[in-house]
């Protein structure tokens, strides 16, 4: 049975939660602020339980802060350079939300909206819903949007967002769980061990965006095309960013091999000390992996837990960073007649 708990309000409306479960012990929290993922309890290897997912625990901390944990980003998640991009031969201007530059859909983008909520007994599901009108932060069309949470008694947390819109647009809709297989709070990632699926990846620039070259991963460090701890290079790599936007570790865009048509291998992570692991297929060309660079101790997390720099990770497929920008990219326009359907698995287990 899906649990119903109450999260605050915003704007006068009720923010409502819910919990899925499966009959492993595995538990995901959700709310409907920001269509977002708040907890995600998983055993280790001897059967102790944690969350390993970062957030708050109170609405006003995810209201007051722009980390993004656990939320739907969009309309387009991800950077897009000045906020600028040209559709149809129309000039398109939206938010400029970080410095110059557009990010994650805009300073109320789909993870400030406080999402319509409904559920699937049956399949253990939450869906969320909103509308977002045409113009909004700036991108042509109406666009309504579904965010769709599923856990199974195969401990797979399933995620898919899908979108229409009534005239041309883009749409990049991203899920931006932070995740610390350790347990939340529980210090850094570095030596947990990564293996991305991709032979390439897209350089960015001072400012975070990407240039539009596409490089091969080999003998950089990027390459974690074998696997590896996640700190094993991290000190080695340039900051990326130059002034406010300094972090430190890793905010690129990996090109996903196999890319397609239907899901394909993403990203592979375990956690020697616990044993806890996961796997991430998708149907998106692209993951973003972050590690948390701009994290510190002054952001305090569930459980009144300080987190520190790189305490946790995150894995957001998409389309790569500043497509409208770039023709050679896999496209992210969106017609009258399609479907955006973006879907992500997350598998669990222990190693």
């Given at each position: 049975m899906i649990e119903r708990f109450g999260?605050?309000?915003i704007d006068g409306e009720p923010v409502e939660g819910f919990t899925l479960r499966n009959s492993n012990g595995y538990a995901a929290k959700l709310i409907s602020f920001g269509a977002r993922l708040t907890e995600f309890h998983m055993p280790d290897r001897d059967g102790n339980l944690a969350d390993i997912v970062l957030g708050?625990?109170?609405?006003?901390?995810?209201i007051a802060t722009n980390t993004y944990f656990g939320a739907t980003c969009g309309r387009y998640g991800n950077r897009i350079k000045d906020g600028q991009f040209v559709l149809n031969g129309t000039p398109y201007q939206v938010d400029r939300n970080e410095g110059s530059n557009h990010l994650h859909g805009g300073s109320n983008g789909f993870d400030r909206k406080n999402w319509t909520a409904s559920v699937d007994e049956v399949r253990n599901t939450v869906v969320f819903s909103m509308v977002s009108?045409?113009?909004?932060?700036?991108f042509p069309g109406m666009v309504s949007m579904t965010a769709t949470y599923r856990l199974t008694d195969d401990n797979v947390l399933e995620i898919r967002m899908r979108g229409t819109t009534d005239q041309t647009t883009i749409l990049n809709a991203v899920?931006?769980?932070?995740?610390?297989?350790a347990g939340q709070g529980s210090g850094d990632v570095r030596d947990q061990v990564l293996q991305l699926h991709s032979d390439f990846y897209t350089p960015i620039d001072a400012e975070l965006i990407t240039t539009g070259e596409v490089l091969s991963v080999a003998g950089t460090a990027f390459d974690f095309r074998s696997a590896h701890p996640i700190g094993r290079d991290i000190d080695s790599l340039q900051d990326v960013g130059t002034g406010s936007?300094?972090?430190?570790?890793?905010?690129?865009?990996?090109?996903?091999?196999?890319?397609?048509v239907g899901l394909h291998a993403c990203a592979r992570v375990v956690d020697p000390a616990s044993g806890r692991g996961l796997e991430l297929s998708t149907t998106e060309?692209?993951?973003q992996f972050y590690t948390g660079g701009y994290l510190d101790e002054t952001v305090i997390g569930k459980k009144a837990k300080p987190y520190c720099r790189f305490a946790g990770y995150t894995f957001e497929t998409q389309k790569f960073p500043n497509t409208p920008n770039f023709a050679h990219f896999p496209t992210c326009v969106l017609q009258p007649d399609e479907v955006y359907?973006?879907?992500m698995e997350?598998?669990?287990?222990?190693?």
């Open positions: 999260f605050g309000e708050f625990d109170d609405l006003d901390s995810y009108h045409d113009g909004e932060q700036g899920n931006h769980a932070y995740w610390n297989l936007l300094v972090g430190g570790g890793y905010d690129h865009n990996w090109c996903l091999n196999g890319a397609g060309p692209g993951v359907d973006h879907r997350y598998r669990f287990f222990n190693a």
